[in-house]
């Protein structure tokens, strides 16, 4: 088992950094690989809507979106903390997701997806919302935990104080790991779902 995990913070030792660690243990414990991928301040640009990734299978832009795709097609779940930036996930994290999400080829359906939303105070539901729904549209089954996967803390470290928090983070890993184990047992038994030719309804044409 695999997991891809994604921290958009641009700092890297910040609280994000913190809660998905918190995670990772739970995860190593469980004899579950990590690749872990710090965003940090690199320069992610968004989507250019070239529609280039349609014919390229890739991204048009090389950079470490790709490299992302290309782990995420051989892990079996991903999860991604997002700090709370007014009341949304941060923006170079979007830039990055939006692009991810629209050129990834890979079959997506039935990797265990999870998110984590870090704030000073608020905005934290809008946010894991925001980012569950990257999985949501790709059949993408979302590891839940024992709240709406939040962490609390302004300056860097301060989420050690929220312990909710941080026993959160173990119980989405936990969860993750048996969903995972569970349809990697379902794959061999039943099989993926039946696919289907994609239907588009146009609201105006
Ligand atoms: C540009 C910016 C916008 C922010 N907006 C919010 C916000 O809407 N709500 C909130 O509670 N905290 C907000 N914060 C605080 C961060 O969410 C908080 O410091 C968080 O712990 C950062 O996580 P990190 O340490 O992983 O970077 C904002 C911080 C920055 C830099």
Not at 78 to 89: C, R
Not at 109 to 130: I, L
Not at 193 to 203: I, Q, S, Y
Request: aromatic share 8%; with cysteine.
């Amino acid at each position: 088992m695999k997991v891809l995990m994604i921290n958009g913070s641009p700092r890297k030792d910040g609280n994000c950094a913190r809660l998905l660690s918190e995670a990772e243990k739970t995860f190593q414990a469980e004899n579950v690989e990590v690749i872990r991928y710090d965003l940090g301040t690199k320069d992610i640009r968004g989507c250019m809507a070239c529609g280039g990734c349609a014919t390229k299978g890739a991204c048009v832009i090389e950079d470490d979106v790709n490299v992302l795709a290309s782990h995420l097609a051989e892990c079996d779940g991903m999860i991604v903390a997002s700090p709370v930036y007014y009341a949304s996930p941060n923006g170079t994290l979007i830039s990055l997701l939006d692009r991810l999400f629209m050129s990834a080829k890979a079959d997506l359906r039935m990797k265990v997806g999870a998110s984590f939303a870090v704030a000073r105070r608020a905005g934290t539901v809008a946010t894991f919302d925001v980012l569950n729904k990257y999985y949501t549209i790709n059949q993408m089954p979302v590891a839940s935990g024992r709240y709406w996967n939040n962490g609390f803390g302004r300056g860097k470290g301060e989420i050690e104080g929220d312990e909710e928090g941080l026993q959160n983070a173990r119980f989405v890993a936990r969860n993750m790991v048996f969903l995972m184990r569970s349809i990697a047992l379902g794959k061999e038994k039943y099989g993926l779902p039946a696919p289907e030719a994609v239907t588009r309804t146009g609201f105006i044409r």
